[in-house]
């Protein structure tokens, strides 16, 4: 995750707070949505930027994950999302990003 | 409703290797900066030039290997290097650093590269060698700047230092002592643009045994911003290659829009020739210097070489119908509508389905997808993905969706239609166009009929609109003279 | 559950884009703060 966006989001948070905030994104791989997801909750992997060392426990939802998915409405999904389902496996991205997700 | 037939009739590509100046890159430039990277580090994760030529993607780009012989080669490529491979292929070159400091300094109208008397005479015999550089271009090189007058300058006058294997051996000067648009920097990154343009140019024009004096007019696709501070981007770097590459005849202009520039240059081109206004056009892509090093901490962090240490330069001749050459569809081009949405449905259907549609075809009539080539080696150790292999998944669940292909078929769909990555992560460099110099031969060896070229840029990067931007068009043999 | 959530969107390009993050989260109820693409090439 680019240091500036990392800097970004540390000010939302610090403005925000993280009680009444979460994450969604929209990475085209598993590996890069994970990516993310360390970063926002455990800190920044490669120890370089502003959330080196920085626990925000954000949650982090990939927009394609099940838990998303039900609350957003057939035609938004049909025109949005569809394909990209087809692209990236939802039930791996929830996998994968549930585990941060319980260290938040 | 489309005029007379427009050909491609030669596409050239040069990389230009530049370890010395993974320094100056963006990205490396602020790591070092903000003290998080040690210049010592980097330097220890740099390549030679012989293991940058014998990279396989590097001869993927310049022709001597084909995509399909390179989905076969074992990964990583940069542990299974191609020592037989030479710095010359088909499509163009790899130059080395040296010679790249000597076509800058060549190329230089303003006095804006010092090279040390040692290294000048040095280069002059090596570049005697080069079959592009004539003896007209190597009397520019000069007798050299003292070395004390280049140490001062870069102490006393901010210009900065270029190395060479870690000596210093010259510097490159800002061209006005106050004026943000004109730092050293800045000339850093668009004569490098322009050298790299000029370079490919020339190979060009070559390979296609054509006069430059023929040239009618150039579009330049360069991602660089050539101005002064009242003009920031005014731009025309077209010309500006075009006088160096002996295009006398020719005049020109830039056509931007991030990574979808050289597709939209070659639609742009294509056009101008088809309306009859004239009939030799050349697009040229010159590298783009600020990606150099963009992902060199994850290349640094699984203790890889860093692997963007390579420019690249594209060029590519439209004509007239010959008769031969394979055709750019003009009766069918993809555009994305500003009203078109952002959904990855959305930009394919504009790129994809609407053109094909038109022409009344399926996916899976078109043999090969060219879509933005980033070689993946590069991006994975960032965590930036596999960008082609994304681009070919979402082609291949449209087919699915469409009922084209079974599901059970996109694996097949991928390997059959796509291709691994192979080019630098220059966006208008890497965006499609790496594989047009492939597809003309094997359309003129009648191994495939045709391809589509899909490009996309990302015009939210500028903030000026969340817009992205995507087009596209259908290279096709040529059936003949009509 | 999203209803009234505060949301960054961080779309990418190759994958789903900010608007269209944005536009679902939003007619689910959540209130998207900030919107962003990234692009990594």
């Not at chain 2, 012989?50 to 074992?74: E, H, K, W």
């Not at chain 2, 009859?276 to 600020?290: A, D, K, R, T, W």
Request: glycine share 8%; charged share 25%; aromatic share 6%.
């Amino acid at each position: 995750m680019d240091q500036e966006y990392q800097a970004t989001v540390k000010k939302l948070v610090e403005e925000h707070g993280a009680d009444n905030l979460m994450m969604i994104i929209g990475a085209p791989d598993v590996e890069g949505a994970e990516l993310v997801a360390e970063t926002v909750t455990e800190g920044d992997p490669s120890y370089a930027g502003p959330l080196a060392g920085v626990s925000l426990g954000l949650p982090v939802y990939h927009v394609l994950e099940p838990a998303i998915r039900a609350e957003i409405s057939e035609d938004l999904y049909k025109e949005h999302l569809e394909m990209m389902a087809m692209v990236i496996d939802p039930q791996e991205l929830e996998t994968a990003l549930s585990k941060y997700r319980k260290k938040s | 409703m489309t005029g007379p037939k427009v050909v491609i009739k030669q596409a050239a590509y040069i990389l230009a290797h530049v370890p010395d100046l993974v320094r100056y890159g963006s990205k490396p430039e602020r790591e070092i900066a903000a003290g998080r990277t040690e210049l010592a580090e980097l330097e220890k994760h740099l390549r030679s030039f012989d293991d940058a030529v014998a990279y396989p993607p590097n001869q993927v780009f310049i022709g001597n290997i084909s995509p399909d012989d390179y989905a076969d080669l074992q990964e990583p490529w940069h542990e299974n290097l191609l020592r037989d491979k030479a710095r010359y292929g088909p499509f163009g070159e790899i130059m080395p650093q040296d010679e790249l400091y000597g076509i800058m300094k060549i190329w230089d109208q303003f006095d804006l590269i010092d090279l040390s008397p040692s290294f000048t005479s040095a280069l002059n015999e090596q570049l005697a060698a080069h079959p592009l550089i004539t003896a007209k271009d190597r009397e520019r090189l000069g007798e050299g700047t003292p070395q004390e007058k280049i140490e001062k300058k870069v102490e006393k006058e901010k210009s900065l230092p270029l190395f060479h294997r870690g000596k210093l051996v010259g510097c490159i000067n800002r061209a006005h002592d106050n004026d943000a648009t004109l730092t050293a920097h800045v000339m850093l990154e668009n004569l490098l643009t322009k050298v790299t343009g000029i370079l490919v140019t020339r190979h060009l024009v070559r390979n296609a045994s054509i006069e430059p004096e023929k040239i009618d007019y150039l579009l330049s696709c360069s991602e660089e911003a050539v101005g002064d501070r009242y003009n920031r981007g005014g731009g025309n770097m077209a010309k500006a290659i075009g006088e160096e590459a002996h295009c006398v005849n020719a005049s020109g202009c830039d056509v931007k829009s991030f990574c979808a520039g050289t597709v939209l240059a070659i639609i742009h081109g294509a056009a101008l020739i088809s309306a009859g206004l004239f009939n030799e056009v050349i697009v040229v892509g010159g590298g783009s210097f600020s990606k150099i090093g963009m992902k060199f901490q994850g290349h640094m962090k699984h203790n890889m070489p860093i692997l963007e240490d390579v420019l690249g330069g594209i060029a590519i001749l439209l004509s007239t119908d010959d008769g031969a050459s394979p055709v750019v569809n003009l009766a069918s081009t993809g555009k994305h509508d500003i009203s078109a949405g952002a959904t990855a449905q959305a930009i394919y259907d504009a790129l994809v389905i609407d053109p094909l549609q038109k022409l009344e075809m399926k996916i899976t009539d078109v043999d090969k997808f060219a879509v933005e080539l980033h070689n993946p080696e590069v991006t994975l150790p960032m965590g930036s993905g596999n960008v082609p292999l994304t681009n070919y998944k979402t082609i291949a669940a449209m087919a699915a969706m469409r009922g084209e292909i079974g599901r059970e078929e996109l694996s097949e769909f991928i390997r059959l239609r796509g291709m691994p990555g192979f080019s630098p992560t220059q966006g208008h460099i890497a965006s499609a166009v790496p594989y047009l110099g492939h597809s003309l031969k094997l359309i003129a060896d009648g191994k495939i009929n045709n391809t589509l070229f899909a490009a996309k840029g990302s015009l939210f990067l500028g903030r000026m609109t969340h817009l992205a931007d995507g087009v596209s068009f259908l290279l096709e043999k040529n059936s003949g003279k009509d | 559950m999203l209803n009234g959530v505060k949301v960054i969107a961080y779309g990418e390009r190759d994958g789903i884009q900010g608007p269209s993050i944005a536009a679902c989260l939003e007619a689910a109820g959540a209130d998207v703060i900030y919107q962003v693409t990234e692009c990594f090439v």
